[in-house]
């Protein structure tokens, strides 16, 4: 059953379709992805939002490495440190999952 709405691409019906087709509907979804993003406008110049978090998470992982040395010097604090380096590799990750299926 397909949900309400739902209309089956043309060529999908039948057993013969065209590769090309598959791969033309995949790229206007992905387009459709891009322009759902949250955007706004600074200085007439468009952000968008979750390119601003990549580029902030890119330099607090640069400050991970540093913490990754100093941690070594200060024992007591390694499981708090282990849980804020936890949360930035999630946070990277799903960005790269992001990235890699876009």
Request: aromatic share 16%; proline share 4%; with cysteine.
């Amino acid at each position: 059953m397909l949900p309400k709405g739902y209309k089956v691409p043309k060529g999908w019906e039948t057993s013969e379709f065209d590769k090309a087709d598959i791969v033309i509907i995949i790229n206007a979804k992905m387009e459709e992805c891009k322009g759902n993003q949250w955007k706004f406008m600074i200085n007439g110049k468009q952000v968008v939002v979750r390119d601003l978090f990549a580029k902030t998470l890119h330099w607090v992982q640069k400050f991970a490495v540093v913490g990754d040395t100093a941690i070594q010097y200060n024992p007591v604090a390694a499981p708090y440190w282990a849980a804020l380096r936890g949360l930035l590799q999630v946070t990277q990750f799903s960005l790269f999952l992001f990235d890699f299926f876009l």
